[in-house]
DNA sequence: TGACGTCACTTGTCCTTACGAGTTAGGACT
DNA sequence: AGTCCTAACTCGTAAGGACAAGTGACGTCA
């Protein structure tokens, strides 16, 4: 029966002592912390304190619990998957975003009309309730087991404005990328990355554990006169998926990665 | 006393109505939600039932409790301060980094000595227990009221290898940049996001609320020869702080005349 | 008028009890 | 031997009671 002190409530003793526990080592990652019914014997408490320790402990992200089987020291593994956003000028200009295209499409993708919202108006320049092509798509990296939700805003001033297939930009940005710097366009994006708890829907599509946040891309590719042509949304789980962004001297060979 | 439906356990039927309430508008942003004692009449169900509800809202981020006062909905406004990472280059082919220096340093950075982990070793491309400089900072941003928490850490190796001013550049990086540049380095940066969930010393420090995640930025300098000479970490509240990175396509990219 | 204490509200903590539900191993029956 | 059932563990849900602690308003008293 370790002893408890001071600080604050009973509860957040035990989680105290618990976290101490697994951070000194005492708990290695993945094993199986002592059950409900120990820990109130250990700590001479009742089932609900214990029960709110644990809590804390996993709105925090330290441990995982499974239905009749226990609580598990959560693994502080790196994200599986680096997602790379690597900013290269050629000598005539061009940008080369070698994005990771790894993802596989789990579903078909569903295209359907829709408007701006404050935020995606902002992005856009547009109003509010302006008229939207939109495309929402499913991604899935087999090597990772990484899900990810896409999602592709087209205004319809500018689908209209372009001799393209209807709705087929909306669908392939890459394609659509493509089409227009062969145009002759002379394209700059700027990409926001902001973190936030997930929706319901979005804890379940993306099969997230719990207290994991989710990392949320909005890329707004602009044309030559800064008017801007597309919106893509990338939403993935915090706990599978990094960012990174480098800037290299144009044209550097192949990077060494070390492992 | 509005009925309840099917899905799932109790706290979870009474917790999607309420959730339901606020996304459809019924409680504004910022409004005062119905106490536990009228979530109970209202819903027919004991406390720890409305309490459990509450809980899960809480974690999700769509309420915020005070004691003694009650829940609030949480106003989902931006976040108020928006990190810029503009790279543009110049025609002689340096980068500007506007890095928004509006920060204040709210106390004396102390700095240490200490050495690699896992994940620093990996980004400096060191071994584990590698002696590095290190130097944390407390930063403020009195326009939003916004905290971060900044640290810096350089190898010993390339500390002794340049000459500067003892822990000077841990202190002031941007210092350390310019000597760099102006020493005929061509500096490459790449820089990782991730989030995850405080720990709770960053949760304090940062005082952050209820199911707020973190925004953990690594920015790793590197030399000409793909060395890594300085590893700068921020980490902010996601509530607070976006980031932004923007390719503008500026001016013609240089020649490398200049050896 | 002003200061202060009280009271009624809120959420926070902690306990007891009970049962439901997922998991696993071992024993009984075929 | 193989199959299945059961028992004993795990955590999940739900109810009830009691008191502590933060907040704000109201009323009393100096």
Same mark, same amino acid.
């Given at each position: 029966?370790?002893?408890?002190?001071?600080?604050?409530?009973?509860?957040?003793?035990?989680?105290?002592?618990?976290?101490?526990?697994?951070?000194?080592?005492?708990?290695?990652?993945?094993?199986?912390?002592?059950?409900?019914? =120990?820990?109130?014997?250990?700590?001479?408490?009742?089932?609900?304190?214990?029960?709110?320790?644990?809590?804390?402990?996993?709105?925090?992200?330290?441990?995982?619990?499974?239905?009749?089987?226990?609580?598990?020291?959560?693994?502080?593994?790196?994200?599986?998957?680096?997602?790379e956003r690597r900013i290269s000028?050629?000598?005539?200009? #061009?940008f080369v975003m070698p994005n990771?295209?790894?993802?596989?499409?789990?579903?078909?993708?569903?295209?359907?009309?829709? /408007?701006? @919202?404050?935020?995606?108006? =902002?992005?856009?320049?547009?109003?509010?309730?302006?008229?939207?092509?939109?495309?929402?798509?499913?991604?899935?990296?087999?090597? @990772?087991? &990484?899900?990810?939700?896409? $999602? &592709?805003?087209?205004?319809?001033?500018?689908?209209?404005?372009?001799?393209?297939?209807?709705?087929?930009?909306? #669908?392939?940005?890459a394609?659509?990328y493509?089409?227009?710097?062969?145009?002759? /366009? #002379?394209?700059?994006w700027?990409?926001?990355?902001?973190?936030?708890?997930?929706?319901?829907?979005?804890?379940?599509?993306? =099969?997230?554990?719990?207290? @994991?946040?989710?990392?949320?891309?909005?890329r707004? &590719? /602009?044309?030559?006169?800064?008017?801007?042509?597309?919106?893509?949304?990338?939403?993935?789980?915090?706990?599978?998926?990094?960012?990174?962004? $480098?800037?290299?001297?144009? #044209?550097?060979?192949?990077?060494? @990665?070390?492992?």
């Amino acid at each position: 029966m370790s002893e408890i002190q001071r600080p604050g409530a009973l509860y957040q003793q035990v989680a105290a002592a618990i976290r101490e526990a697994i951070l000194s080592g005492e708990f290695a990652p993945d094993s199986l912390l002592p059950s409900e019914a =120990q820990l109130m014997a250990r700590y001479g408490v009742s089932r609900p304190t214990v029960r709110n320790a644990i809590a804390a402990l996993r709105a925090e992200g330290l441990i995982d619990v499974r239905h009749g089987k226990g609580s598990f020291v959560r693994s502080d593994g790196q994200p599986a998957l680096t997602i790379e956003r690597r900013i290269s000028r050629t000598a005539d200009g #061009k940008f080369v975003m070698p994005n990771g295209d790894v993802w596989q499409e789990t579903e078909e993708p569903s295209t359907y009309r829709t /408007h701006t @919202t404050k935020t995606t108006g =902002q992005l856009l320049q547009l109003g509010e309730e302006e008229a939207l092509f939109g495309c929402d798509r499913l991604l899935f990296d087999p090597s @990772t087991g &990484t899900r990810a939700m896409h $999602r &592709t805003l087209i205004p319809l001033v500018v689908a209209d404005g372009i001799p393209l297939l209807g709705e087929e930009p909306c #669908k392939r940005p890459a394609a659509f990328y493509r089409l227009l710097t062969e145009d002759g /366009h #002379k394209l700059t994006w700027s990409e926001t990355v902001r973190a936030r708890m997930p929706l319901p829907d979005e804890r379940t599509t993306l =099969q997230l554990p719990d207290a @994991t946040p989710i990392l949320h891309l909005s890329r707004v &590719t /602009h044309d030559t006169d800064d008017r801007p042509l597309i919106l893509e949304e990338l939403r993935i789980g915090a706990d599978r998926a990094e960012l990174t962004y $480098r800037i290299t001297a144009d #044209k550097q060979p192949a990077r060494r @990665t070390r492992a």
